[in-house]
């Protein structure tokens, strides 16, 4: 497994060049390594390198996994049908893709029932691609309005993913409209709202994301892949 030992090692070390070409600090970042599809004892070797975030994509996945690693906090990172909701509410340390209002009040439900409450990221489609979840960029200050309607959801900030690319640069106008629209709404007084967080960076651009101000980043294959 030494090379996942490498591809950690590397991946800090970019994120830390990151962040000192911009004047910040690699602390402010956590690394969320997707996991999908990624053996458990991958995962185990990860977190005994200090790696302690985990995104899945799937509430079984996410499930199953919890279930042998509890102590390392599971981010639920892919689109949530209100049906799965029961399986990851409870579990995922913050969900980064409510990109509904149907999911909202699903959320609120299940956080009721289990009498807790649910952080979460509202899912922007800043990009405006068709098959891309997320709400609409014009529409994110109503859903922040109506949000606190339901006390249980807790809006902790911002996800969204920039479009496939092989030029890290092609995603950096995708991630400043996020700031720039976070910086706005930060302004406004939303019930029960915070926009501490945005996730945004993948392994296609994850440094242009550090250097936009994303304090989340979310890495699959640049971590795990051979
Ligand atoms: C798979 C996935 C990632 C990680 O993608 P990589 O290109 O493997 O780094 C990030 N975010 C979401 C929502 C994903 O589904």
Redesign the pocket.
């Known amino acids: 497994m030494d090379y996942l030992r490498n591809n950690i090692g590397r991946v800090r070390e970019r994120i830390e060049r990151a962040c000192a070409s911009v004047g910040r600090k690699a602390d402010e970042i956590t690394i969320v390594a ?1 996991s ?1 599809t990624v053996d458990i004892a991958m995962v185990q070797y990860a977190a005994g390198l200090g790696v302690l975030d985990f ?1 899945e ?1 799937r509430p079984q996945e996410l499930v199953e996994k919890y279930n042998i690693l509890p102590e390392v906090n599971w981010h639920m ?2 689109r949530l049908q209100t049906n799965k909701v029961k399986d990851v509410v409870g579990r995922a340390c913050l969900i980064h893709s409510l990109d509904r209002w149907n999911l909202a009040e699903a959320l609120q439900r299940r956080a009721e029932l289990l009498d807790l409450n649910v952080p979460v990221l509202l899912q922007v489609n800043v990009a405006g691609e068709e098959q891309k979840a997320g709400v609409d960029p014009a529409e994110v200050s109503s859903f922040l309005d109506a949000i606190g309607q339901l006390p249980r959801v807790r809006v902790q900030g911002f996800m969204t ?1 920039a479009p496939l690319t092989n030029n890290a640069e092609d995603s950096r106008p995708v991630f400043q409209e996020l700031v720039q629209l976070r910086n706005r709404l930060r302004k406004g007084s939303y019930h029960q709202v915070a926009l501490d967080y945005l996730s945004m960076g ?3 651009d994850f440094e242009v994301a550090v250097q936009e101000g994303a304090n989340l980043v ?5 971590i795990f892949s051979r």
Request: charged residues 15%; aromatic residues 0%; positive net charge.
């Open positions: 997707v999908k995104g994509n990172i892919g993913m993948m392994s296609q979310r890495i699959g294959t640049s």
